[in-house]
C-alpha cells in the first residue's frame, strides 16, 4: 500500500516520513506535495492508498483538495492534519470522506492507531473487492455459456453492466496446433491481451472443456483479422500462433444468434483432419455445402481405388497415381461418414493394394511393413495429407521394388507434373522421392535434358501461363501472382520482367493495344 505525504512545512513532512514505522505497517511512501494544487496533482496520477494532508496548504486547501479528488473518483483514504481543534473544520472533513482528523503537534500513538484502523479498512475493502470479482467472474461465465447454448434469458439481463453490449459478435475456439498434450500451447486470450485488445474486446471463456474467444464489436474482429493475415499464412517457428489452431465461427450481429457461430466452431473443429500442411486457421468458408456431401465409405469404393492404384503401380504410372490420390483426397473431403469411418476406408485401401501386388510379385522381396505397423500409424495421423503422403510413399517404394522405369519416363512425368501443379509450392527435394530419385540426381539429369534448372523450368511455365491471364482476364496481378505460384507479388514482378523483359502492367497494356 501506498502513503503520500502533503504539508507546506518541510519539517513536518521530514517529520511525519519518521515518526512511525510505514515499512513495519505495511505503506510505502510514494512521493510529498508542499502545496494543494500539488497535492491533487499527485493524489490523481499516483492513486496513493492513503493521504496524510494538512488542512492549511497554500493554493486548494486541504479540505478542496479532499472534495475535488473526490469528485474525479479518488477512492483512497484521507487523514487529515490541522494545527487548530475547530469542530467546524473536523465536521467538514468527515463530510467529504475523510476517515480521521488529528491535530497537530501529532501524538503518535494516535497517528500509528489511525493508520493500522485505516489499513484494517483498506485489506477488508481489497478482499471483499475480489471475493465481489470472483462471483461476478463466475456468474459472468455461467451467463456466457448459456448466451452460447441459447439458454439466456436476454431480457433479465443489463447488457451494458455485463459487457456484452457490441455491434457484432464471433465465436473463435483455439487449442493446440499439434494435438498432442506433451507440446506447449500458448494461451490466445493472453495473446490477445499482449496485441492491444481487452476485456471490452473479447470475452475468454471454457465451454464442454475447449477454449472458447467470444469476441465483441467490429474493431476486436478488425484487430484479429489483422492479427492473422500478418501471421497465418506462414506462422514463424517457434512463435505464440505457430501453436495455435484457430476455428472461426461466424459473425453475428445479435446475442440470440451466437449459438449459430457456436455450431460452427464445434463443426470445423471436426474438419480439422482435411486441413493443408500448416493450415492454423478454419473459416465457414472451409465447410463444404451441405448439397456436396456423400457416404463415400463403401466396399465397392474401396475395391474402385484398389484397382486404380494397383494397376498404376504395376505400370509404373507415377502421375496417375499422384493424380488418382490427390482425387481420393478431394472425394473424402466431401464424405459425410464419421471420421473413424473414412480411418478405416484408408487403411482399407492400403491392405487390399498391398495384398494385391504382393500376390502379383510374390517372388520379389518387396519392403512391406507389417499390418500392424500400417494400421497404428494410419491411426495416429492427424490430417489426411498425411495419409495420402504415406500411400504416395508406399507405392513408390513397391513400384521401384518391382522394376525400374527408364530416366526419360520419370522426366516425362515430372514434366506432366510441373504443367498440372505450376500453381503449386514446387520443390525438387520434396517431388524426387516421389518418382524415385535422389533430388540432386534428378536435377542434373532434368538439367541435361531440357537445358534448365528445375526452378528455371518452373518459373519459365508459371510465366507462361502468366502471360495468358495478363492478355485474356481482368484479374489483378497479385491475384495472377497467386494463381501462378507466387504467394510474394514483388518476387512475381522480378521474375516476370526477367523472363518477359516488361513489368505484368506493361505487357497487358501491350497486349490490350495488339487486340484492338
Keep these: 500500500m501506498n502513503v503520500l505525504i502533503a504539508d507546506d512545512e518541510s519539517i513536518v513532512r521530514q517529520g511525519l516520513h519518521y515518526i512511525i514505522d510505514w515499512q513495519a505497517l505495511g505503506f510505502t ?11 491533487l496533482e499527485k493524489i490523481l496520477s499516483l492513486q496513493p492508498d492513503l493521504v496524510l494532508m494538512d488542512i492549511r496548504m497554500p493554493g486548494l ?32 472533513a468527515i463530510r467529504c470522506g475523510v476517515e480521521y482528523y488529528l491535530t497537530k503537534p501529532i501524538d503518535e500513538e494516535e497517528l500509528e492507531d489511525a493508520v493500522c484502523t485505516v489499513r484494517d ?34 431480457t433479465t439481463l443489463d447488457l451494458h453492466d455485463l459487457g456484452l453490449q ?50 465483441k464489436g467490429s474493431l476486436a474482429v478488425r484487430q484479429l483479422q489483422k492479427l492473422w493475415e500478418h501471421y497465418a499464412h506462414s506462422p514463424q517457428k517457434g512463435s505464440p500462433l505457430d501453436s495455435l489452431f484457430l476455428a472461426c465461427g461466424r459473425q453475428v450481429s445479435r446475442l440470440e444468434e451466437l449459438p449459430r457461430s457456436l455450431q460452427d466452431v464445434i463443426q470445423l473443429e471436426k474438419r480439422r483432419y482435411f486441413c493443408e500442411p500448416n493450415q492454423h486457421v478454419l473459416d465457414i468458408s472451409c465447410l463444404p455445402s451441405a448439397e456436396t456431401l456423400h457416404p463415400v465409405v463403401q466396399n465397392a469404393e474401396v475395391d474402385h481405388w484398389k484397382q486404380l492404384f494397383s494397376g498404376y503401380i504395376q505400370a509404373h504410372s507415377r502421375t496417375q497415381i499422384i493424380e488418382t490420390l490427390q482425387s481420393l483426397q478431394e472425394t473424402l473431403f466431401h464424405a459425410s461418414d464419421p471420421l473413424s469411418s473414412i480411418q ?10 498391398k495384398q494385391d501386388i504382393a ?10 511393413p507389417s499390418n500392424a505397423t500400417v494400421l497404428s500409424l494410419l491411426e495416429s ?18 513400384m521401384n521394388a518391382i522394376g525400374s522405369p527408364s530416366s526419360d519416363n520419370v522426366l516425362d512425368d515430372l514434366v506432366y507434373y510441373i504443367a498440372h501443379n505450376y500453381q503449386e509450392n514446387l520443390r525438387l527435394e520434396t517431388l524426387a522421392p516421389l518418382f524415385g530419385y535422389n533430388s540432386s540426381y534428378l536435377g542434373k539429369i532434368f538439367t541435361k535434358k531440357f537445358g534448365d534448372t528445375f526452378n528455371a523450368y518452373v518459373d ?54 495488339k487486340s484492338s
Aim: glycine share 4%.
Design 121 to 154: 479498512a483498506i485489506q477488508k475493502e481489497q478482499k471483499e473487492t475480489c471475493a465481489l470479482n470472483r462471483y461476478r467472474e463466475k456468474a459472468k461465465d455461467t451467463i456466457l455459456r448459456d448466451l452460447l447454448v441459447g439458454k439466456a434469458d436476454l
Design 166 to 215: 457490441a455491434d457484432i459478435y464471433q465465436v473463435i475456439l483455439y487449442e493446440n496446433y499439434d494435438q498432442e498434450p506433451f507440446h506447449n500451447t500458448w494461451d490466445f486470450a493472453d495473446i490477445l491481451r499482449v496485441t492491444g485488445q481487452d476485456s471490452q474486446t473479447f470475452e475468454a471463456v471454457r465451454f464442454q472443456e475447449k477454449n472458447l474467444i467470444l469476441l
Design 344 to 353: 478405416y476406408f484408408l487403411s482399407d485401401i492400403y491392405l487390399q493394394v
Design 460 to 513: 519459365k511455365v508459371r510465366i507462361r501461363y502468366a502471360r495468358e491471364l495478363l492478355a485474356e482476364s481482368s484479374c489483378k496481378v497479385y491475384e495472377i501472382a497467386e494463381k501462378v505460384g507466387y504467394c510474394n507479388v514483388d518476387y512475381f514482378h522480378k521474375k516476370f520482367r526477367k523472363y518477359v523483359g516488361l513489368s505484368p502492367a506493361e505487357y497487358r497494356r501491350q497486349s490490350q493495344q
Design 61 to 92: 486547501s486541504g479540505i478542496q483538495v479532499v472534495e475535488q479528488s473526490r469528485s474525479r473518483q479518488f477512492h483512497g483514504k484521507f487523514i487529515i492534519l490541522s494545527g487548530v481543534s475547530d469542530f467546524q473544520y473536523a465536521q467538514t
Design 359 to 368: 500376390r502379383a510379385y510374390s517372388s520379389i522381396d518387396i519392403p512391406f
Design 381 to 398: 495421423k492427424c490430417y489426411l495429407y498425411e495419409v495420402i503422403q504415406f500411400l504416395a510413399e508406399q507405392f513408390e517404394i513397391w
Design 29 to 39: 511512501i510514494c512521493g510529498e506535495a508542499a502545496a494543494g494544487d500539488e497535492a
